[in-house]
Nanobody, 124 residues
Framework: HVQLVESGGGLVQPGDSLTISCTASGYTFASKIMGWFRQAAGKEREFVSAIACSDSHTNIANSVKGRFSIARYNAKSTLYLEMSSLKPEDTATYYC?????????????????WGKGNQVTVSS
């Protein structure tokens, strides 16, 4: 069955960098568009970034543009989110998701599979 497992979160200081990962299993990873979303305490889940199957196209939220980047390594069925210049407002649970639509989308309702989430806390 399909599984998405996030890893690499933790507590970091403002200005630090951190890369989180999402390892997929149970399907052909390279055949699906993948995305990262985050949810802060008391807030709705928000789009962070999405990446096409071949890694040639990406989409990223304005709130993290220039600081975050998304990547994927299809041979290892792994999705990455590289985060730099982290701010306290980046504190959230980060989720990877899989969508079966054929275009990059930031709509969480179009992602049908999700990981359990990975906490990233930015605090001094």
């Amino acid at each position: 069955h399909v599984q998405l497992v996030e890893s690499g979160g933790g507590l970091v200081q403002p200005g630090d960098s951190l890369t989180i990962s999402c390892t997929a299993s149970g399907y052909t990873f390279a055949s699906k568009i993948m995305g990262w979303f985050r949810q802060a305490a008391g807030k709705e889940r928000e789009f962070v970034s999405a990446i096409a199957c071949s890694d040639s196209h990406t989409n990223i939220a304005n709130s993290v543009k220039g600081r975050f980047s998304i990547a994927r390594y299809n041979a290892k069925s792994t999705l990455y989110l590289e985060m730099s210049s982290l701010k306290p407002e980046d504190t959230a649970t980060y989720y990877c998701g899989r969508t079966s639509v054929l275009y990059l989308t930031g709509r969480s309702d179009l992602y049908e599979k999700w990981g359990k989430g990975n906490q990233v806390t930015v605090s001094s």
